[in-house]
């Protein structure tokens, strides 16, 4: 059974940051590709960034060039470095794990993979 449990959500001003971690147990395969997505009120899931079993990465438009994406094998920890936040990024960050060869959309449209609780992000201007 996995388990993925995020954590480091909270309310910061435009311009903040905030780092959040998902703490992952059970199996998944290495090759599996990791990720966080989010869904703000109103609307459809999204996908953030992702990172699969060789560590590429891949990010959204939305959130290229201010959100990194890493995963600790060793410590069973993904981590999302957000930085620069705005408040179009207000939203419930989800953790996600355990897909191959699907794009970030297609997770977040088909809801692929083993999803965590969410943790709340909240950005004020």
């Known amino acids: 059974q996995v388990q993925l449990v995020e954590s480091g959500g909270g309310s910061v001003q435009a311009g903040g940051s905030l780092r959040l971690s998902c703490t992952y147990s059970?199996?998944?395969?290495?090759?599996?590709?990791m990720g966080w997505f989010r869904q703000a009120p109103g609307k459809e899931r999204e996908g953030l960034a992702g990172?699969?079993?060789?560590?590429?990465?891949t990010y959204a438009d939305s959130v290229k060039g201010r959100f990194t994406i890493s995963r600790d094998y060793a410590k069973n920890i993904l981590s999302l470095q957000m930085n620069s936040l705005k408040p179009e990024d207000t939203a419930i960050y989800y953790c996600?794990?355990?897909?191959?060869?699907?794009?970030?959309?297609?997770?977040?449209?088909?809801?692929?993979?083993?999803w965590g609780q969410g943790t709340q992000v909240t950005v004020s201007s």
């Open positions: 059970g199996y998944i395969p290495s090759k599996d590709s």
């Open positions: 996600v794990a355990g897909w191959r060869g699907a794009g970030l959309s297609t997770v977040a449209t088909m809801g692929l993979g083993f």
């Open positions: 990172i699969d079993g060789d560590g590429w990465t």
